[in-house]
């Protein structure tokens, strides 16, 4: 297993590290939630619609809160008699709902690119759409300057176009331009982002990239980790100012969507501990927007073994649950497998059309080491599975080490996007519980079962209504920024399962209810994350909160995706807008 399988890209690490490794590695929690204890009378009481999240109690009128928490939740009058002199009255414009849980994004990897220009699917519906964006941003960048893009995917498009030399040439031909893949593992350039990389048609390829050319003449598409990084390797570098900018920025967005806790879902792989000491020297310097989870990234730069790795961790003084109420480590992540986007997804089957059929990152000892590694250490796992064959191969090897294993551990493998029957009771027996990017149903449903899959493994995709009948205690995640953090929108596509492409339904039989759905964004998702005092408004649990324009649980989940937030709090305190 090499760290190049699956660590940050090289142009993200040279880009990011140098001003995150600034923060060093002394742990220095804020603690805000430390001197403040519950007591007996209210120091704040909210009024108005209230939608717990509770089936016993799905309403309330009233929510009594002390020293952040909930000491009551009911009727007006149920609650009054918590108050006192000093309780403050609010009484939100809109439906209080418990705060959104997002269980699987990524803050490290989005910063490098969060400022470029998106030229996703969602922002380009068309392909001429990217070409006319590209335009317009180079319209407002100066002459000299590049041009950066990402989140481009030719899968969505018909006939699965590139962005050329040439075709990048006529945006501009007076700057660099640079446009990255949604995977990360291409990108596209014109002339003059080749020529500020020093690289020209007669360059050799790095070892392990590819710099594609055709009758000699590169074409303007560089494949993998070590091209990529020769072609960005001129860009300027954030410092530690603009870093944090950045990560108030992408909480914020996070925030704003009405989510109050995130799982970091590969922390280390940039810089190591440097990366939860920012985050809580950050989070002293003034309160994140959202409450974060961190996942520590089994592979790290200059450690051979994952024994090694978690030792690093652990001297560190990264071990299960340190950290604060704001910033905690929670989780053991490793990478079983690719993308199936990218057709590096290990399947037991090949790709529609192929002979390939993707491949897992670990050989099955070495599988087993890595996983052993965060067990010894009382980690939850987190393993990466997008094919059904790495399923496959992961549930094997969690079979062969979990006997005798804490179940309180709450172990759980990412995407889960295509299972068979078998593995779904095989991963409640071994407590093992999916978290499912759900909006590839909607935003590439349509490639997956035309191009890449076919119609029999399209219909096993993201399997939520099965994952609720074997017993399994699912979650939605948007693996930001891969998509949009959105939940409300990923709750929709569980219950409807249609398509953007042409509006069908895929596999209606695993469409959830609306329900379910719900409770795979915010209570079974909270407990995913070891967050059992959250996702849910009741009586000992954080006043975590977001106030939105209508109630998901009584209306139409059509509607879902538009669904305005007005507010997010926590601890019963303002955390959007700032």
Sequence with gaps: MSEACCAAPPTTRAHLAPAIATAGQTLTPAGYGDARRAGSVADLLIVGEIATGDPAAPRAEAIAVSGGRIIGIGSRSEVDGLTGPDTRTIAPEGVVIPGLIEPHAHIWASLMTLDWTDVSHVACPEFDDVVATLKDAAA?????????????????????????????????????????????????????????????DQTPEPVGGTLQRIDGRLTGVVGESPAVALLLGNLPRPD?????????????????????SMREAMTGTIAGVSEIALLHQINGAGRLPTRVSTAQFSILAGYDTPAAVAAAWREAGVTPFSGDDMVRADAWKLVADGSNQGRSGYFLQPYLGENNGGHANWTPESLRDVMRAGLDDGWQLMIHTNGDAAVEFALTAAEQLFPGTDR???????????????????????????????????????????????????ERLDRLASAYRFGLRPSLHSDYNVTRVQPLHAARTAVLRQLEADGTVLAPQECATPEQALAAITTHAAWQIHADDRGSLAVGNRADFAVVDRNPWTSDPGGWADIAVHETYLDGTPAFPS
Excluded at 158 to 181: F, H, K, Q
Excluded at 246 to 257: D, K, M, N, V, Y
């Design 140 to 200: 407002r960048t100066a002459p000299g300057e590049y041009l950066l893009a990402k989140l481009f995917d030719p899968s969505l498009y018909p006939g699965e176009p590139v962005l050329t030399r040439d075709i990048l040439d006529r945006v501009a031909s007076d700057r660099p331009v640079v446009v990255l893949n949604a995977s990360m593992h291409f990108a596209y350039a014109n002339s003059a982002a080749f020529a500020a990389a020093g690289i020209t």
């Design 240 to 260: 530690a100012a603009g870093i944090e900018r950045g990560i108030r920025q992408i909480l914020t967005e996070f925030a704003s969507q009405g989510v109050t």
């Design 408 to 458: 309180t551990l709450r172990h759980r493998f990412e995407h889960a996007s295509v299972t068979t029957n078998d593995q779904l009771a095989r991963m409640a027996a071994a407590g093992i519980s999916p978290s499912f990017l759900m909006d590839h149903v909607y935003y590439w449903g349509a490639a997956f079962r035309d191009t890449i899959l076919g119609p029999e493994r399209a």
